[in-house]
């Protein structure tokens, strides 16, 4: 199925750079379909359905579970087809993950790359109940030669031009770790339509795109998968001619619960003087934060960390502060065990992708 | 608690409108929080959790269901103080109904008044279970002195200038319909975060901005009610001087599933040539809806009527198509039984309240 030609379109298989105009209707309309967390859901260890961040490439596909079947094929011994129910049968374990799109963030870049425009709030941990992927692998048995695994949902649409279902791969390595689920439950409740039912790949540690929705086959492959959200979308790329890194892990990042009481239209916040507790949560798909570090109007403290929820989940963090009367401007940055840390200023690239920037909340706080 | 003088607040008092320059940042950021139903959830009866609209005008609160008491006051005989689990003691109803938010379709009127920037989508329908508000009043004894009832949710912010925490009153006479439910479920299951939890209330026929979430108090009034979101928001204004009318019922309207596949970026639809069965949801609370007729490049057709799901729930239409090759603009125009129709043109008004203007999907048909 050819691309239709139309005049907002962004080039074909790239996503431009936008100037510094406001919002378009296009990424409108991705807004209001794709939604974010609400920051102040940062206050709970796991977000229900709702609040949780969704990014839906093209429809969410209306899928009968009861016909539904999941093949598995490609460079393996056996070949199989599997309905719900059988898999239902199999062991099942439950990983809560933090999963974050890797395009949070980009409303905020300068020039503004064109494309889902997600202000902060892109993320989400959810409790993801299924069948280890590497089970499944086991069953089929794969060959030696293999060295990929794709996987292709029932989402279909065209972008940059190309007609196709929506499908990732991942290195044999990482299809093959335990903690990679194919779930049919979240939060231990059925799998919600938008979050990918009945069946849907969750890959501890990844940005989301890894976490392939409606999955309907998996082909274990010999050579690098070539596919349009592969080798096109999801790049680090410097410039449109730059052919740019893959996007894979999660890049450490930190996130408050906005303090006090917000203006309905501006978001400002508002407090009353006195003691606060500020808190959120810090997650890193490269190794576990090991530190979070509140800014407050320019210094920087060290907040205490409670244990993380798993090893890939979010970890709560908490700094007492006292509110002084007038304008402050509060931030804050983690740092996970591999060094890495939030950068102070956008770290632009072309796509928009993996941008970790530290949060900025300004708060008014009253009285004296 | 005094207002936040922030630059891009919005005058005090009331929604200003916008040029025609694209959505400014602090649009984005509610489009951010507040999310529509992607249309292709029209083709289900009921909308899950997370495809539901959701519009929050402050933040979600984090209530402790165990400790919080519902408090029933005012020009009433016995001033009552209810727990949960006193409430799920009482009788309940499960009413199926359709709610909107009255500034749905408010980006796409020209000038565009600046508020939450909603699409076409800012609708969902749910089997919403509790205790008949009218219960609960017959227990408390209404006053025959009695003209309102004020819902107050705990849900805190700033808005045009004034602290407050969301109220809303309706005429005696409406909260007293035996349809009109204090809802601790939806869809059968717990009350979500972002619905209201634990106790919303859910006013059939009415705009969503009636249906008060995480509601902690009724009072029964015995003048109107001046609070910010019935004084001053939710008004149909003509201009910023003129005080306006209150919002209230929902007006007829109609919605069609985009047909085909989407296009990423510009969410254009494009499909193959063939027979293909258009369908959406029709609703009005005003009354029944009557007729839908689907335009097709201009030309009307009536479509088939499902039976509705319930009084002020929505009612499914289909209408069989053939497409065929070349470029296609299909609308959808939904009459109810007081003889209201929606119009083909903006009907601008200040706040961007009550838009009903029919939906135009552009698709592409291949081939040929």
Redesign the interface.
């Known amino acids: 199925?050819?691309?239709?030609e139309?005049p907002?379109?962004?080039a074909a298989g790239a996503t431009p750079a936008a100037g510094a105009?406001?919002?378009?209707?296009?990424?409108?309309?991705?807004?209001?379909?794709n939604?974010?967390m609400?920051l102040?859901?940062l206050?709970?260890d796991v977000t229900?359905?709702?609040?949780?961040y969704?990014l839906?490439?093209?429809?969410?596909p209306?899928i009968d579970a009861a016909a539904w079947h999941l093949r598995i094929g490609g460079a393996v011994e056996r070949a199989l087809e599997l309905s719900m129910a059988a898999l239902r049968r199999d062991p099942a374990i439950t990983v809560p993950v933090t999963l974050e799109c890797a395009g949070n963030g980009r409303?905020l870049l300068d020039p503004r790359p064109?494309?889902q425009?997600?202000?902060l709030?892109a993320v989400g941990t959810a409790h993801w109940t299924g069948v280890p992927l590497a089970y499944l692998l086991g069953k089929a048995g794969v060959l030696p030669t293999a060295t990929e695994v794709v996987f292709t949902g029932t989402d279909?649409?065209?972008?940059?031009g190309v007609?196709q279902q929506y499908a990732r791969s991942l290195p044999i390595r990482e299809a093959l770790r335990p903690d990679v689920v194919l779930a049919y439950k979240m939060n231990g409740?059925e799998l919600?339509?938008?979050?990918g039912y009945p069946l849907r790949l969750v890959v501890p540690g990844w940005y989301g795109m890894a976490s392939v929705k409606w999955l309907e086959s998996i082909e274990v492959v010999m050579s690098p998968f070539s596919g349009y959200q592969q080798h096109i979308a999801y790049r680090y790329q410097d410039s449109e001619d730059d052919t740019g890194r893959p996007v894979s892990r999660i890049r450490v990042r930190s996130l408050m619960v906005p303090p006090g009481?917000?203006?309905?239209?501006?978001?400002?916040?508002?407090l009353?003087p006195g003691p606060v507790l500020l808190q959120g949560r810090a997650w890193s798909g490269e190794g576990a934060v090991t530190a979070v570090e509140v800014g407050i109007d320019g210094t920087w403290l060290p907040a205490q960390l409670d244990k993380p929820a798993g090893g890939f989940a979010w970890r709560k963090w908490t700094l007492p502060w006292v509110a002084e009367p007038g304008e402050h401007v509060l931030t804050c940055r983690a740092t996970d065990i591999t060094g890495a840390t939030q950068p102070l200023e956008q770290n632009w690239n072309y796509q928009g992708m993996g941008n970790n920037v530290v949060q900025r909340v300004s708060v008014?706080v009253?009285g004296g």
């Open positions: 199925m050819a691309a239709a139309t907002n379109s962004p105009a406001g919002i378009t209707p296009e990424e409108l309309q991705l807004s209001a379909r939604h974010s609400p102040e859901a206050r709970r229900p359905p709702g609040l949780h969704v839906t490439h093209f429809d969410i209306d409303s064109l494309s425009p997600w202000v709030e279909a649409g065209v972008q940059g007609a409740g919600p339509p938008q979050h009481i917000p203006d309905f239209f501006t978001r400002h916040r508002v009353r008014t009253e």
